[in-house]
């Protein structure tokens, strides 16, 4: 049974593909398509992308997200992109702490931190990942390692803060591997979360806090992790770069939201 009153979210993360015209295509599929109201969805493609995607997709339902910041204002920092320029181009989200910064990029739980600060102070909307990694998980250190996450990222963040932010947990195993968690692994953690910030903050944040699941989500196994109780949603992937999929994922977004 779904929390009452949750709007779910899918947010489609692009990573580091498409070209130029392939992007701009991709966001007239979703720009065209009849998206159910019930459902929030937002994209996120590459830097270099957002502005052209942001202008195909204005003034349609769809929401525009980044897959990270810099946590400074504008200034000498070569190669980083600041809070102020999303805002410019007409972002609401931004992907902060995604398993492939953390782990590829070797990005720290305090560098993270800083940035959730520079997205809050923005007005921008931080998605947060946590997750665990493999041998974590066997280890029987999912529960440690997400509360570490949480802790680190987190540190110095009020509650009302806390109440402007939407957490995603995704198991580094199942990102980009096809294997996904199971429904009651992510229940089962996404439940945990839901302790962790009645305990940090208070019961209404552990309630309406949104936390996505993502790691392999598709059409396929779509609909019974968003019917889990505490899934509010999914941060998809690969199947983010097929429109059919992607709209085939709202959809279920849509179902679990209405059930
Ligand atoms: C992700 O990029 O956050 C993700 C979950 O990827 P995939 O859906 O491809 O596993």
């Keep these: ?51 052209a995607v942001g202008i195909r997709i204005h003034g349609t339902r769809i929401q525009l997200g980044s897959q990270d910041v810099y946590f ?12 102020s320029m999303l805002s410019d181009v007409g972002c609401d989200f931004v992907i902060l702490g995604h398993s492939e910064r953390r782990n590829v990029i070797g990005e720290s739980n305090e560098l993270i931190n800083r940035k959730v600060k520079a ?33 680190g990222s987190l540190a110095g963040i009020s509650a ?9 947990y995704e198991p580094v195993w199942a990102i ?26 208070n019961s209404a944040i552990a309630q309406d806090v949104r936390i996505l699941y993502g790691g392999s989500v598709k059409p396929s196994n779509a609909s019974e992790l968003l019917s889990q109780a505490d899934i509010d949603g999914a941060l998809v992937g690969g199947a983010s770069l097929d429109s ?16």
């Design 1 to 51: 049974m779904k929390r009452s009153g949750k709007r779910l979210l899918i947010a489609g993360n692009w990573k580091m593909n498409l070209n130029r015209t392939m992007a701009i295509d991709l966001a007239g599929e979703f720009a065209t398509a009849d998206l159910p109201t019930e459902v929030d969805v937002c994209i996120c493609p590459p830097y270099v992308y957002l502005d």
């Design 72 to 83: 400074e204002p504008p200034g000498a920092f070569t190669g980083e992109i600041s809070t």
């Design 119 to 151: 997205v809050l102070n923005a007005k921008l909307t931080p998605i947060l990942c946590l997750g665990e990694l493999l041998e974590q998980r066997e280890a029987g250190k999912t529960l440690d390692v997400v509360q570490n996450q949480f802790d």
């Design 160 to 168: 009302e803060q806390m109440a402007r932010i939407v957490l995603a």
């Design 176 to 201: 980009g591997t096809g294997k996904t968690a199971t429904p009651e692994q992510a229940q089962e953690v996404h439940s945990d979360l839901r302790k962790i910030m009645a305990k940090c903050y």
């Design 244 to 259: 059919d999929g992607f709209l085939q994922i709202i959809a279920a977004g849509r179902t679990a939201a209405t059930v």
